[in-house]
């Protein structure tokens, strides 16, 4: 995530690295994919050293998902927790 991070104008970018993310993920980046992510990536890093402002919007684009992903794990853990507490005892549970 450094990588994409403004600070100092884009100082720890390396598009080659995010690159190699995509490795992990063959059934999402196929060769195609890859060709476009590494055009989009310079594009990315143009477009925010041009408008400051448009990290603040890709953030306001991206928080609902991501606030809604962590609400339904903290849900789904709540469920879990509280069926494992009726068997077994919070020592346990805080260890």
């Known amino acids: ?3 994409l991070s403004p600070r100092d104008s884009f100082a720890n970018f ?4 995010l690159l190699q993310l995509s490795e992990f993920y063959p059934h999402d980046f196929g ?8 055009h989009q990536l310079g594009l990315y890093r ?3 050293l041009k408008d400051p402002n448009l990290l603040t919007k890709m953030l306001a684009l991206v ?4 606030t809604a992903t ?10 879990v927790k509280s069926s494992l507490r009726n068997r077994i005892g919070d020592d346990f549970l805080n260890a």
Request: with cysteine; glycine share 4%; charged share 35%.
């Open 31 to 38: 060769d195609g994919e890859k060709i476009m992510l590494d």
């Open 70 to 79: 962590v609400e339904r794990c903290f849900s789904a853990m709540k469920r």
């Open 1 to 3: 995530m450094a990588a």
């Open 14 to 17: 390396d598009k080659s690295k």
């Open 63 to 66: 928080l609902p998902v991501a």
């Open 46 to 48: 143009h477009s925010a």
